[in-house]
């Protein structure tokens, strides 16, 4: 009994080393099939799914409060979901199933490239990304609680917007714009550590530099990117002299001045990224008694695009220590969609809702079907396109009268004057997109330069304004977005292509109008509808510029935007 015993444990353990021996021989080959990969996806999506919610959550609750226990608590959560795409060995597994060649199912496909990317972009040393994610957190909490101080009061960012709008004291406007910039100071150093950080681990990972990396993993070749904005730059130059000159001889006069003596403060908001106010249309004051959060639901809905939910879910007003900017949350690729912003009745705020709402229908009104990890925009810039199509209707006299904001007459006397703001307004915008894409290559190719210049440099190229005498300053530190949304600038306007881009499609072939500028798409579901199943449902099934072309007939190009604006053919 015993003997047996023995001897059927002995033959129990050869038969087990066998078996062993064979998975272990067969696993490479094994690992490589769709099956596996399928198993690996679901291990994968059991760890990431409740933890993306849960940072989605936290980071939310952070920017509301301004704590540091909030802060604290949104790094951590970062930090370990960063960890499951850091895992070195399920990276490499992945590469087997990359290098494998069997993984040929469309979707499998997909997402294997783009779960590939992501754990691509985490094989740097956990103690490397901690330093990050710690920096990045440190620099946002300075960002957030900062207010600036003008003759010993505290200012928001809507405080120093409003001056500098509305004022035409040269002395207050220059105090202002300067107590906005004295964030660049506190946060600069740490920037450049974060650079450095980047850069490292970009280099790690065979990438030239950061921006490099971030690019290619966005499916964007950087080289594509530039050409297309040398190509805006050619296109927008002369336009955008001769309407620079234009707006200098409105504000010298406003300002009571030279057009020569005429400063950065004098351009009506901190980085003149958006159009001063020359002509005669004030979008303000159609707003100004209003409540735009039920405007914005109407709208929607009247899209088919219902979002009442996403509004109760948001956090729509002022508060202190919250966070100033405007942005959506997608919580759980599952519906749960929310904004975070501080509304104010004017037209500002009434492009800004509907510009976050656009992202959060593009959110809410994804296909239930597809896997989680393809249930995202396509692209970043492809949900900043439809928040721009969206957003730039608070602007539109078409849109105001549509809505019953203003009278059929009103919007007629506004037509011209409206239509030249708008056109000012992408012009202004445009060359300001130059300078933050040319900044943020410039920098990461070397960050060792006198960035300080260097802004400057760009700013009087593209921008044509006038660096103060003797200013040596980090003021490109000040724009928030060059250290919490590194290397992300060039997609609002490549948004903006997109979004002129749709315009058109949906204005010809959905809406059958033979002309675009009275359109508002208000109480016009079939536009909801395209939307849903042209953009939104298809997700990151396809690589953006496919799902470009199937939605608009043509990939993505400049030609609409210039149609558009810069009255090109
Ligand atoms: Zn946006």
Partial sequence: MKMQAKL???????????????????????????????????????????????VALAAFQASISGKDDDFNRSADLQIQLNKITADPGEFARLKAFKT?????????????DIIYDSYLENQIPIAQMEAMVTLQAQIEQK??????????????DNDIEQVLRTSSDSLLLEKAWKASKEIGRLVAPDILKLVTLRNAAARQLGFADFRHMQLKLGEQDPQTIESLFDELDVLTRDGFSDAKKAIDGFLAARCGLDAGQLMPWHYQNRYFQEAPVIYPVDLDVYYKDKNLVPIAGSYFKGLNLPIDDVIARSDLFEKPGKYQHAFSSDIDRSGDARVLCSVKPDSYWMNTLLHEFGHSAYSKFNDPQLPWTLRDAAHAF????????????????????????????????????????LRLQQMVFSRWAQVMFRFEKSMYEDPGQDLNRRWWELVEKYQLLKMPAGRNEPDWAAKIHIALYPCYYHNYLLGELLASQLLYHIAG????????????????????RYLVNSVFKPGMRWPWNEMIERATGEKLTAKYYARQFIGGK
């Avoid at 038969?15 to 769709?34: D, G, H, M, Q, S």
């Fill in 8 to 54: 059927i444990f002995i033959s129990m353990a050869i038969f087990l080393l066998v078996v062993i021996v064979a998975a272990a021989v067969k696993n490479p080959a094994a690992a490589c099939n769709e099956k596996a990969f399928r198993q690996f996806l679901s291990a994968y999506e059991a760890k990431a799914v409740p933890l993306s919610r849960e």
């Fill in 100 to 112: 494998g060649g069997q993984i040929r199912e469309p979707l499998l496909k997909r997402q294997l």
């Fill in 143 to 156: 960002f957030n609680t900062f207010r600036a101080q003008v003759d010993g009061k505290t200012q928001t």
């Fill in 382 to 421: 492809t949900t900043e396109a439809i928040a721009n199509l969206l957003g730039r209707f608070a602007s539109s006299p078409a849109w105001l009268r549509d809505m019953s904001l203003i009278s059929a007459d009103e919007a007629r006397r506004i037509a011209v004057p409206s239509r030249d703001a």
């Fill in 509 to 528: 072939r959905v809406l059958q109008a033979d002309e675009v500028e009275n359109q508002s798409f208000v109480g016009r579901p079939e536009v909801g």
